[in-house]
């Protein structure tokens, strides 16, 4: 989207009557409650956590702050899944509209054969009426 001749990164558009709609960013970039949100560094932060093997967000519809973050975390060899204590570390390390409102437990994130994350593939897995097989926990 193009606002007095600049790019915004805004991805929207237009219906008949010229109303617009935000439809998410090029960039990859969340707003969240307002707050600007580059996924890597979310990532960085929840990867940190002794438990965390690797992880990747997307963002999703929330009614409190617009976009909520979605999860996808695959667990260290050893570590049993307890999302009691997943949730406690995560509300101490994180503001409160970028802790995630659901997380997925994976066995592996998906890959291309070149090892890109296919983030595509998470947001339409993060979609309510879809879903991975894996095990799933809501705030």
Known sequence: ??????????????????RLTLNGR?????????ENVFPAS???????????????????PCAEFGTGIHAFIVLNPGHVPDPEQLRRELNALLPRMFRPQNITLLDALPRSPAGKLL??????????????AAERFLR
Do not use: W, Y
């Open 1 to 18: 989207m193009f606002a007095n001749g600049h790019d915004t990164g805004d991805l929207a558009s237009q219906d008949a009557a010229g």
């Open 26 to 34: 090029a960039d990859g970039l969340l707003i969240c409650g307002g």
């Open 42 to 60: 979310l990532e960085e932060r929840i990867a940190a956590l002794e438990a965390v093997a690797e992880c990747a967000v997307v963002g999703v």
């Open 119 to 132: 983030r595509s593939r998470l947001a339409r897995e993060a979609e309510p009426e879809k879903g991975l």
